[in-house]
């Protein structure tokens, strides 16, 4: 199977900007609020690496819940939003489906989603339930 190379262009141009996102993401929680990061584009793009996680791999859905879980950790309480989004719900799908992530990254960022999910005790912690 050889992927489409327009695919290919359009993943490592995703891949960059998450690279870039990941790197900068610190400065950004410092100089702005959170919540208008969560209300931004970031949410949707980090949905759509985990709805097609098949497409994206491991590496990419790694960097992809290292972000999520940066967002949560720097303010627990935009779960609330980020749940209308459907982002954590399509992030705990893809793990549940396993779509090919089978990388030493996507372990590693399990135990991460979950501990940031969990600081949101009130709607984290069931969503985390429903999933186990």
């Known amino acids: 199977y050889l992927p489409n190379p327009e695919l290919v262009n359009h993943l490592r141009l995703v891949a960059g900007f998450l690279r870039l996102t990941q790197a900068t993401l610190p400065i ?32 990419l859905w790694g960097v992809s819940t290292t972000i999520f879980c940066e967002l949560i950790n720097g303010d627990p309480t935009v779960l609330p939003e980020l749940l209308d989004t459907g982002l954590p719900q399509s992030l705990l799908y893809s793990l549940e489906n ?22 949101n005790a009130e709607q984290g912690l069931p969503l985390i339930e429903f999933f186990s």
Not at 40 to 57: A, E
Not at 98 to 119: F, K, T
Request: charged share 15%.
């Open 28 to 59: 950004c929680l410092q100089q702005t609020r959170m919540r208008t990061i969560v209300k931004g584009q970031l949410p949707s793009i980090l949905k759509m690496m985990f709805d097609n996680s098949d497409s994206c791999g491991s590496l």
């Open 98 to 119: 396993e779509s090919g992530l089978h990388h030493a990254h996507v372990v590693l960022s399990v135990c991460n989603v979950i501990s940031a999910m969990a600081l």
